[in-house]
């Protein structure tokens, strides 16, 4: 992504899924490829389910110039999301 997108963020990216259900399949390929074109993305892969939501979770989403968010069947019931 261009230098002038990020806007001075950490990350180009912040992806926004519910992990039971698309973190081995779709979001995995996503993060994937974006990173493989050298976008900075942000995947936290290492949160608790049921856990709130952490002040470094929320710092990563100030540092980042977009979110992407992976809708999916359960992802409205998660604190998380």
């Known amino acids: 992504m261009a230098s002038s997108y990020r806007n001075n963020k950490k990350y180009d990216v912040f992806v926004s899924f519910r992990g039971e259900d698309t ?3 779709f979001t995995s390929h996503l993060y994937s490829t974006l990173c493989r074109q ?3 993305t942000f995947i936290d ?3 608790n389910r ?3 939501i952490s ?3 929320l710092n990563a989403i100030q ?3 977009i979110s992407v968010i992976v ?3 359960g992802y409205a019931s ?4």
């Open 78 to 81: 998660s604190i998380w999301c």
């Open 50 to 52: 049921g856990d709130e």
């Open 45 to 47: 892969d290492q949160l």
């Open 55 to 57: 002040e470094s979770l």
């Open 63 to 65: 540092a980042s110039a």
């Open 23 to 25: 973190r081995d399949n």
């Open 71 to 73: 809708f999916s069947e």
């Open 38 to 40: 050298n976008i900075q």
